[in-house]
């Protein structure tokens, strides 16, 4: 279930972007899934409409989700992959910091409790 947290810094729409992207990977959207309507979505969360039909816009916009006049939102077949291959270029990108906060001397134990610490933070 989505939950957005509005004291947060993040940008509503951006929680929610997140969050549907979040339900994907975790199975919870399944491909040509229908979404909930704006609407509904936007009573569920408590957030303006214009800021949910932003996010579909965006999911749109990153081939995330399908959009069918008439008929509603869709998650697209291929976002679960599609999602996956940008985690693993994430992946890419903490190996090129860990490098290079090892050049300046960080330690690994240093580097390994802040991943430890963002994972526990993060409830996973």
């Known amino acids: 279930m989505l939950v957005i947290d509005k004291i947060s810094r993040t940008p509503i729409y951006e929680q929610i972007v997140e969050g549907i992207q979040r339900e994907i990977l975790l199975g ?15 009573v569920t969360l408590s957030a303006n409409p214009n ?3 932003k996010a579909f816009i965006e999911l749109d916009r990153r081939g995330i989700i399908i959009s069918s006049p008439g008929r509603g939102c869709f998650v697209a077949d291929d976002a679960p992959e599609l999602l996956r291959i940008r985690l693993k270029s994430k ?10 906060l090892a050049t300046f001397g960080v330690s690994e134990d240093e580097i390994i409790s802040a991943i430890k ?6 409830d996973c």
């Open 28 to 42: 919870l959207l399944k491909p040509s899934q229908q979404l909930p309507s704006i609407r509904e979505l936007a």
């Open 51 to 53: 800021t949910v039909q």
């Open 91 to 100: 992946i890419s990108d903490i190996k090129t910091i860990a490098s290079e």
């Open 117 to 122: 610490e963002a994972y526990s933070e993060k």
